[in-house]
């Protein structure tokens, strides 16, 4: 169930779910903040980005996947990094639209 809560109100629709709405909410800032894409290895560090807010920080490459290469799009989940193949797709095709266009 999607809430746009500006178009109910402006509808005169006073019955909003709050905690419905609560609910999504913080389903999405969560998503939000748990995509990160490895910029670099520097020894066992890894480096990784958020993907939302740009902000860098180091993670010790144990507690990654083994198979995570830079440019690898990860996602936190249970407090455990995930590849996030979804997402990983998407950049991936979206960065070959971008050279297929550039080479036309």
């Not at 490895?38 to 490459?61: S, Y």
Request: no cysteine; net charge negative.
């Amino acid at each position: 169930m999607n809430i746009d809560l500006l178009n109910n109100i402006s509808r005169g629709q006073n019955e909003i779910d709050i905690e419905q709405f609560q609910r999504e909410l913080t389903n999405k800032l969560e998503e939000m903040e748990n995509k990160f894409t490895v910029d670099r290895f520097e020894g066992n560090i890894a480096v990784l980005e958020n993907r939302d807010t740009g902000e860098m920080f180091n993670v010790n490459k144990d507690e990654l996947p083994q198979e995570v290469k830079e440019g690898t799009i990860l996602k936190l989940n249970n407090d455990k990094y995930e590849i996030d193949l979804e997402e990983q797709i998407k950049v991936e095709n979206r960065i070959k639209d971008k050279m297929n266009k550039l080479w036309k």
